[in-house]
């Protein structure tokens, strides 16, 4: 069964305290993976696509990374306001399916 | 642009009775996609538009549940009868086609008693 795993499933950080937010995945045949970030009360607000490992995309304080297992979402220097839910869905090759298949999400902390 | 547009925001409503969601896609966005989280788990989807034909509906639960595109517009989600189990957010995603990201509204929430 595809799988989609994120962690950790939270983390603190203080400001200005750089780490990263893992997703790994299990299925065969990626067509993308998609990074969200979550408020409370509102829905995924979309961030980043990668499609092939080795790709890399940026914007502003967030960097994500893909390898054939699993991808990275970079938070350099982050700021209170970074603090949400980011969530990982990955979209596989299976027929005209199209559908997301998301992880549980780590939620996010910067305390300032 | 305006984004994906969901309605009601919250919905209480008791078992055995019936409840409709409606979601507006971003004009424009000839996909258009359910999902929904219940209990604190992880979104899942429920299925896909292209248009106003049913692309792809296999994370239906079953068939209390009736989703409707007409005219490849709005698109309304019909829980009858609700049961408890139905409690959660549900979500409504479009995009231009289908190989572009999926862009969310906030959701509903619904709550069966």
């Known amino acids: 069964e595809d799988q989609v795993t994120q962690s950790p499933e939270a983390l603190r950080l203080q400001e200005g305290e750089s780490s990263s937010l893992n997703c790994s995945y299990t299925v065969s045949g990626l067509r993308g993976l998609f990074w969200y970030r979550q408020d409370p009360g509102k829905g995924p607000e979309f961030l980043f696509t990668?499609?092939?490992a080795g790709e890399e995309k940026e914007k502003e304080r967030l960097k994500a990374t893909l390898t054939k297992k699993e991808s990275f979402l970079h938070i350099t220097a982050p700021k209170p306001e970074d603090s949400a839910t980011y969530l990982c869905a990955v979209q596989y090759s299976s027929g005209s399916a199209r559908q997301l298949t998301f992880g549980s999400g780590t939620q996010l902390t910067v305390l300032p | 642009e305006a984004g994906v547009t969901q309605f009601p925001s919250h919905s209480v409503i008791e078992k055995g009775q019936t409840v409709t969601l409606r979601c507006d896609p971003i004009?424009?966005?000839?996909?258009l996609y359910w999902y929904r989280r219940v209990m604190g788990k992880e979104i899942k989807f429920l299925l896909h538009f292209v248009k106003e034909s049913k692309q792809d509906e296999s994370g239906m639960p079953n068939n209390r549940f009736l989703a409707e595109r007409t005219g490849g517009t709005y698109s309304t989600l019909k829980v009858q009868p609700a049961e408890l189990e139905d409690s959660g957010v549900y979500f409504c995603a479009s995009s231009r086609d289908s190989n572009q990201p999926q862009h969310f509204g906030d959701g509903t929430r619904l709550s069966i008693l």
């Open positions: 004009s424009g966005h000839d996909n």
């Open positions: 990668l499609y092939s």
